[in-house]
Nanobody, 113 residues
Framework: QVQLVESGGGLVQPGGSLSLSCAAS????????MGWYRQAPGRQRESVATITRGGVTNYADSVKGRFTISRDNTKNTVYLQMNSLKPEDTAVYYC???????WGQGTQVTVSS
């Protein structure tokens, strides 16, 4: 079983940046496809970005060019660098291990002036 712990959320002004981290337990991290998802109030949870064990990335159209997903297999950690943040990026952001459908507890990101 994999445990996922997110960190790095907070309040930021429009146009600002935040970096999220997701630390995974276990020894099989390098073999896992990981992803970041988000859920805004009153909306369904949606995929933001994913990264395969080989480093192939995929992004939602709404974040392309602004967000970057990366991973460090030596630290069992996946990251989400978020730039040029907009108020519509406000949501709880979740880390997910796709193969076994493990989820983190989520971290709040609020973009507001």
């Amino acid at each position: 079983q994999v445990q996922l712990v997110e960190s790095g959320g907070g309040l930021v002004q429009p146009g600002g940046s935040l970096s999220l981290s997701c630390a995974a337990s276990g020894n099989s991290f390098r073999a896992l496809t990981m992803g970041w998802y988000r859920q805004a109030p009153g909306r369904q949870r949606e995929s933001v970005a994913t990264i395969t064990r080989g480093g192939v990335t995929n992004y939602a159209d709404s974040v392309k060019g602004r967000f970057t997903i990366s991973r460090d297999n030596t630290k069992n950690t996946v990251y989400l660098q978020m730039n040029s943040l907009k108020p519509e990026d406000t949501a709880v952001y979740y880390c997910r291990e796709l193969g076994n459908d493990y989820w983190g507890q989520g971290t709040q990101v609020t973009v507001s002036s």
